[in-house]
């Protein structure tokens, strides 16, 4: 899935077999599908860089969860609003 900016859905997380930093074998699948099914509609989840015990500062919020399908892989992809324009910047530019 290509970024097409903040505006349309991006990926956020690939599914399949995945390994956390002490090297212990998660379910991305059901991973994916745990974080769909919690996810509440207008109850926004905030956009941040890496994964910091505040969850601060947020760049911008999460609207809408849902997944797809890229190349036979579930894939976790996320709607944003109120994105900072420097943060949208700068992930524009890679």
């Avoid at 911008?60 to 109120?82: H, N, P, R, S």
Wanted: a negative charge; glycine letters at 10%.
């Amino acid at each position: 899935m290509n970024f097409k900016g903040f505006d349309d859905y991006f990926e956020i997380f690939r599914g399949g077999r995945q390994k956390d930093a002490v090297g212990r074998i998660h379910d991305g699948d059901k991973l994916i599908d745990e974080a769909v099914s919690k996810f509440t509609p207008g109850e926004s989840a905030p956009i941040v860089i890496g994964h910091p015990a505040e969850n601060a500062p947020a760049y911008g919020w999460v609207e809408d969860l849902k997944t797809t399908v890229k190349d036979g892989v579930k894939v976790l992809i996320a709607k944003a609003k109120q994105v900072v324009p420097e943060f949208s910047k700068a992930v524009e530019q890679g």
